[in-house]
């Protein structure tokens, strides 16, 4: 087997203003605060000599990859994505920065809030769009039903409310 990865599907470019903060503040602490950090570390451990069998600057030459690695990956995503500021004109649908809540067949309700797939990870009620039910809930209104194919079949549900937070500097639709 070859060491061939095909390359991931793309990903939607859309993140709220707080996401791309995160983003950017994660960048900055890689470059200025951790790069350094590891960098100085290599450099000690190489002035130690036999680099072949050093352990500390094997692993500070794959740390200091890692990083860069990352690094790259933040400054080509945050050149490529689109600050979402302002809601939609029609706020009883779910669109992304929306929260809304659904409930099952079984009436257990769950609220979430719809954004890009850079930031689904920072809080456990975020769904990213590109997801089966970010993508299911897309577009819908109050009181819609839908189905979403899960690992354990599919679940029916139903859409109890939408709502959009204020955004810093943006004007509000009203639900």
Do not use: C
Not at 77 to 87: C, D, G, P
Not at 99 to 119: A, I, K, Q
Not at 123 to 148: C, R, T, W
């Amino acid at each position: 087997m070859g060491r061939y990865r095909p390359p991931p599907p793309p990903s939607s470019n859309y993140i709220t203003a707080e996401g791309a903060a995160r983003l950017r503040e994660e960048l900055d602490r890689l470059w200025r605060v951790e790069r350094p950090v590891v960098t100085r570390a290599v450099a000690e451990a190489a002035a130690q000599g036999d680099r072949s069998e050093n352990a500390e600057y094997i692993y500070g030459k794959k740390q200091l990859a890692a990083i860069d690695r990352r690094v790259r990956f933040l400054r080509k995503r945050l050149q490529a994505i689109n600050v979402v500021t302002e809601h939609p004109e029609r706020a009883t649908r779910v669109f992304f920065g929306a929260w809304f809540e659904l409930e099952n067949d079984s009436g257990e309700t769950r609220r979430f809030r719809l954004v890009g797939p850079d930031e689904f990870d920072h809080e456990p009620d975020y769904l990213s769009m590109d997801s089966p039910l970010g993508k299911a809930v897309l577009g819908k209104s109050l009181d819609d039903e839908f189905e979403v194919a899960t690992p354990d079949g599919r679940v029916r549900y139903t859409i109890v409310t939408v709502a959009y937070e204020p955004l810093a500097g943006s004007r509000v639709a009203s639900t």
